[in-house]
């Protein structure tokens, strides 16, 4: 995929660390904490006041001591896969409309320039973390060249872009009431409408999105 961004965002900001060359770089099983948020989502709650995430529901990928990656399954880009394909030059003309018009998500704010997608298991790719039995994260290129030759896995989501957080920072915004968290539901990763995914997520915990204002963290 595309370079990532030289650009390393302030830190203090909501979901936002330093750049994630590699997110499998993180884990360490000796440092995982007893709050381990992998596989979950995080949903935004009204007092996230930050324009990126308002309305945001993240899948969190990793979750350990030195801080937390995740990407936003619910804002998109002005770009589908078929223009993704053509702007990074791959041969899009050995699977004509491959993408399908599906569109490219924000994935986040971190390494905007760089492409993070969520498959379910499939094929094997030179830079991919399995988050759980059925969601694989992939970085690297050569799943979207499988994907523009019709050998992409079955389910896939394309972001650009990432959120992460540094050690402690999401902890911290859990606490001050930022994010509802919930185990994770590929279903709704994969197969629930975007624009309807925020609802579909706030259902997991049986709640009203119209109650979110009275509502605190879960883990």
Not at 187 to 199: E, K, N, T
């Amino acid at each position: 995929m595309a370079n990532p961004s030289k650009t390393r965002p302030t830190p203090p900001q909501s979901g936002i660390s330093e750049d994630i060359s590699n997110p499998s770089t993180m884990a360490d099983a000796s440092t995982i904490p007893a709050l381990n948020l992998a596989n979950h989502f995080l949903i935004a709650m009204p007092s996230m006041l930050d324009p990126v995430f308002g309305g945001a529901v993240v899948y969190l990928c990793e979750h350990n001591a030195q801080g937390a990656l995740g990407v936003i399954i619910n804002k998109v880009t002005d770009m589908d896969l078929d223009t993704l394909f053509e702007r990074i030059e791959l041969e899009i003309d050995i699977a004509p409309q491959a993408g399908g018009g599906r569109p490219v998500l924000f994935g986040g704010p971190v390494q905007v320039e760089r492409g993070f997608v969520l498959h379910s298991p499939a094929g094997t790719y030179s830079s991919t973390m399995r988050v759980a039995d059925d969601v694989v994260l992939t970085t690297s290129k050569d799943i979207l060249e499988a994907a523009a030759a019709g050998k992409g896995p079955e389910k896939m989501l394309v972001s650009l872009g990432c959120a992460g957080w540094s050690a402690g920072q999401l902890e911290e915004e859990i606490a001050r009431n930022g994010w509802l968290t919930v185990p994770a539901d590929p279903g709704i990763v994969f197969d629930v409408p975007i624009d309807r995914r925020f609802a579909a997520a706030m259902k997991l915990l049986g709640i009203d999105p119209a109650m979110l204002a009275g509502v605190a963290g879960h883990a």
